[in-house]
């Protein structure tokens, strides 16, 4: 078994101007194929352990971890984002789904956001519903710590300084504010359906 780095599914400058293509070249080319390459990494460590040779299980189970979830989110992040669309909003349907869950859909945005932009140094907010259908947001540090065993995620952003520091400095606030031109709400909807 491989993990692969899937193609992108736009072109290396369709964020533009929220995200640059010199960060999404960057983002998917080095830092999202690095994922990949360590999760195949941990994955042969635990192979050759099988047949004999001595390895530190414990550090690789941390490793794939670490790098299966990056791989996986990174994932999740590309294919939740698409170019640019003026007045970007969900589906009648899944904004009543977000307002039964939030309150309101405001209530979302800034739950979410906070969530975003509080992160402890690198991670993740996501938006995913529990075994129980139950809408909820919450926060990633790295790609692997704070999760919980039972979401289904619906919506990620990366603010890792990687996915940003080129184009907004240290500015997460701001990138994370004009993300949501890019937020692919048809993604969303789907994964909420599955
Ligand atoms: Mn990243």
Redesign the pocket.
């Known amino acids: 078994m491989k993990y692969e780095l899937k193609p992108l599914p736009y072109a290396y400058d369709a964020l533009s101007p929220v995200i640059s293509k010199e960060i999404v070249q960057l ?1 998917y080319d080095k ?2 194929m690095a994922y990949v390459n360590g999760a195949n990494a941990a994955l042969e460590l635990l192979e050759k352990g099988r047949k004999g040779d001595l390895v530190n299980v414990k550090a690789i189970m941390r490793d794939l971890s670490f790098n299966v979830n ?1 791989h996986v ?2 994932e999740l ?1 590309w294919e939740n984002m698409r170019a640019v669309k003026e007045s970007n909003a969900p589906s009648d349907s899944l904004k009543k789904k977000i307002e039964s869950s939030f309150g309101s859909y405001d209530a979302f945005k800034n739950e979410f956001s906070e969530a975003a932009k509080t992160v402890e140094g690198s991670g993740w907010a996501i938006l995913y519903s529990d075994n129980n259908g139950n809408l909820l947001i919450g926060q990633l540090e790295k790609h692997n710590l704070l999760g919980l065993n039972t979401y289904n995620v619906l919506l990620a952003i ?1 603010v ?1 300084e ?2 940003y520091y080129l184009d907004y400095k240290n500015d997460r606030g701001a990138y994370v504010e004009n993300w949501w031109q890019l937020v692919n709400w048809d993604v969303v909807e789907k994964r909420l359906a599955l």
Request: charged fraction near 10%.
């Open positions: 983002h830092h999202h990056g989110m990174h992040f990366d890792w990687h996915a």
